[in-house]
């Protein structure tokens, strides 16, 4: 699982890239955008942590600038003042007449979430991710009646799973980045996760002990994949990298560090705990390695303990190095022993408090962010430090009944989270009325210690309602009306209040919406991208079994979707959300067919076993040409999006396996065999016709020529089958086709046979 690491040649320290290689990266980012140069102000965010560098000024250009982003025809009519915070609290106020809406606010994201608010409640139309319905805005923006103030409840609203850069897509440039950052701010947003470029100080730092940047580049994975080395899970998969690649996404991420402080937004990088690289005691015998064992497959890499006198001078380096290439914050976030990690004979508090002093050194003051899931963070660890510089953002406030986050982490301050993705499935549904009814009784329980929201679905981009109504939460002082806020949702989501939308939106409200704690955050994902078997449940492996609501309730909603009045149905939010749900639908299908199939089989009927497989396959094919009507459903430019990074074929076709392995295998045979294989799945035209369905057709030809010779069915080696696909180099369309509509009224009327 190693790559093959040599002796050191050199001790000297060695710079990621040269000055001139990282100018040309910061030039050669895949954009069609300029960059960024807002003029400094005089208005600073509020003081930092004591000792740690003080935040570039901030200025309301920032929010100007993203305004002309997202609403060009009307950005003219907003006036946008900053004004000093009242108290601790970020507030924001709308007023104005028609044509001159006033915003004022406590930062330029804050302005954002201002201009937001008015949006949806003044005006009554939807920005949101993905899909709005700005086409619906008047030339003249109404004034609203009177004037809105609204304070944040919580100091902290955290966005960005560590996963999302992979799920998301690692390979998407600056356009897409400065188009997440805007919505994040827009939705009220104040700290995110960033990982993009995070490598670049690892291969630079030990550079210093021992290795060259060959063979640390042979150590680092491909982007798509980089999300579980920095967790400490595996390494080298999917590279090796280049120096190219390295520098350049170092420069997108100080592009996009710098943004969010322009924005009056806090990045939150990660933060060194101890992976090392192969061989590092042999290397530098003042360092005690811990090995980690296997995580799902994969080698883990090595852990330095914490307590000898040569981490402090990898932290060092480290923090030294993201300084030079990203530049600093007040947060840094990490995890030790993430899913599963050995402390061997290490005691967890000893090593949390050397963490912590070394983040410290480099960076006084500064926030140590941790994420809340399975047993993290241990009591042991909360033992060793000083709490109140923790912040928990917890991953499964939604998922569980029952739980005391005081008493299980000692009164540290932590973040309302949720985790509605997994992997970045197309499914739709969340918990949200447990997120309506729990976050405000818990916020204002004696002795609480909430300080904040984390949305923190493994991929973003997908269930648009579950981010506008989470992000939400931390706007209002007191508890959401569920029924209500939905009501509100379905008129300004297409621009115009209409019966159908309501109705629609009700039916999803009671069901993929309305799911509760039971142990799940996710609703069940789909059997048409399963490894095919008569008797698989889920196609992830650590997802939902079965059905976590009533499949009728898609198919109602879809109904109504599709009554909708004729002038709202030119929506961009109408025309995603149409797909979305008619996806969904024929998905849910597929949990009715297999059962059937599985029947015909081991009947022994060879003519009813024919027409079921017949039924799945026109499903299939059906179900790909609805994806294909919407870019977003498209399997296409995730694949040019990894190829557009790339300066060479053979880099070309490193990091397109990088990309392609990620969303079927996962990784190599060993990881896929122990389940990782299509935890990314997703239905997307091109994977469901050139992956997902001929996969199936195999699996189903396979059991009919059982049925004819009256022999068991041939063994398929899925993995080589499966790895074969992600070694090609054909291309899919990046650009929709076919009719929505008249394609969901198929969906539709299938359902109704």
């Known amino acids: 699982m ?84 009242s108290g601790s609290a970020d507030r924001f106020t709308v007023s104005g007449s028609t044509g001159r809406i006033v915003v004022t606010g406590s930062t330029p994201a804050v302005l954002l979430r201002g201009v937001h608010w008015y949006l949806s409640y003044t005006v009554g139309v939807d920005l949101g991710s993905p899909g709005d319905s700005l086409a619906a805005l008047p030339d003249r923006l109404p004034g609203p009646s009177g004037t809105v103030s609204r304070s944040a409840s919580v100091p902290h609203r955290f966005a960005l799973n560590d996963t999302d850069d992979g799920y998301s897509g690692a390979y998407r440039n600056w356009d897409a980045y400065e188009r997440q950052i805007d919505l994040l701010a827009l939705h009220g947003v104040n700290e995110v996760f960033v990982q993009m470029g995070a490598e670049a100080a690892y291969h630079a730092a030990f550079q210093e002990f021992g290795y060259t940047g060959a063979e640390l580049r042979e150590w680092i994975p491909g982007p798509a994949h980089q999300p579980w ?251 959401v009306d569920h029924p209500g806020w939905f009501a509100q949702y379905a008129a300004r989501r297409y621009g115009a209040p209409d019966p159908h939308a309501a109705r629609a939106w009700e039916w999803l409200r009671k ?65 995603f959300d149409l797909v979305d749900t008619a996806r969904q639908a024929l998905t849910n299908r597929s949990r009715v067919l297999l059962p059937r199939i599985k029947a015909a089989y081991e009947a022994k009927d060879l003519v009813a076993f024919r027409a079921r497989a017949a039924e799945w396959r026109s499903s299939m094919a059906l179900l790909d040409a609805v994806l294909a009507t919407d870019r977003r459903f498209l399997l296409g430019p995730w694949l040019e999006g990894a190829r557009s990074w790339a300066r060479s074929d053979r880099e070309r076709a490193a990091l397109e396996f990088d990309a392609r392995s990620l969303i079927t295998t996962w990784g190599h045979r060993a990881g896929s065999e122990a389940g990782l294989h299509d935890y990314a799945n997703r239905e997307w035209s091109g994977l469901v016709s050139g992956f997902y369905a001929p996969r199936w057709s195999a699996y189903l030809d396979s059991l009919e020529t059982s049925l004819v010779t009256g022999r068991a069915p041939a063994a398929i080696d899925w993995f080589s089958w499966e790895n074969a696909w992600n070694l090609r180099r054909d291309s899919y369309p990046v650009t929709p086709k076919g009719d929505p509509v008249a394609l969901a009224v198929r969906v539709r009327d299938s359902l109704r046979a």
């Open 511 to 575: 069901g993929p919406y309305g799911t509760r704690s039971n142990g799940w955050s996710e609703s069940q994902d789909s059997l048409f991208t399963a490894r095919p078997s008569l008797t698989v449940r889920t196609s992830a492996s650590w997802g939902p079994k079965a059905m976590r609501y009533d499949a009728a309730t898609v198919e109602r909603a879809l109904t109504e979707l599709l009554q909708v009045a004729p002038a709202l149905r030119t929506t961009d939010a109408y025309r």
């Open 2 to 85: 190693r790559p093959p690491i040599s002796r050191a040649r050199s001790w000297a320290a060695r710079s990621v890239c040269s000055l001139a290689l990282c100018a040309t990266a910061l030039t050669a980012l895949p954009t069609s955008g300029p960059a960024s140069a807002e003029p400094a102000g005089t208005t600073a965010p509020a003081a930092g942590a004591a000792g740690a560098p003080a935040a570039a000024p901030y200025s309301v250009s920032a929010a100007r600038a993203a305004l002309a982003r997202l609403l060009p025809r009307h950005a003219s009519q907003f006036e946008l003042a900053l004004v000093p915070r």
């Open 229 to 479: 080395w920095l967790m400490q899970n595996m390494s080298s998969f999917g590279g090796p990298v280049t120096e190219q690649l390295i520098a350049r996404r170092a420069a997108l991420g100080r592009r996009i560090v710098d943004r969010l402080r322009e924005l009056g937004m806090t990045p939150v990088l990660p933060g060194y705990f101890g992976t090392v690289p192969p061989g590092f005691a042999e290397r530098n015998p003042q360092g005690r390695v811990v090995p980690q064992g296997r995580w799902i497959g994969f080698a883990r890499p090595d852990w330095l303990d914490p307590r000898g006198p040569l981490f402090p001078r990898v932290a060092s380096a480290f923090y030294r190095h993201q300084a030079r290439l990203l530049g600093t914050t007040t947060m840094y976030k990490m995890d030790l022993l993430h899913e599963g990690g050995n402390a061997g004979d290490v005691p967890v508090g000893e090593a949390a408090a050397r963490v912590m002093e070394t983040l410290d050194d480099a960076r006084p003051g500064a926030t140590w962010v941790l994420l809340g899931w399975q047993r993290n963070p241990k009591a042991e660890l909360l033992a060793g430090v000083d709490t109140s510089r923790l912040l928990v953002v917890d991953g499964l406030s939604d998922r569980y009944d029952g739980l005391d986050r005081e008493a299980a982490w000692s009164g540290t301050p932590y973040a309302f989270g949720t985790i509605p993705n997994f992997g970045g499935h197309t499914t739709i549904g969340a918990n949200t009325s447990v997120w309506t009814d729990r976050f405000e009784a818990w916020r204002t329980k004696p002795g609480s210690a909430l300080r904040g929201i984390a949305f923190l679905p493994e991929a973003t981009s997908a269930n648009p309602v579950t981010f506008s109504l989470f992000t939400e939460l931390a706007w209002r002082d007191a508890p």
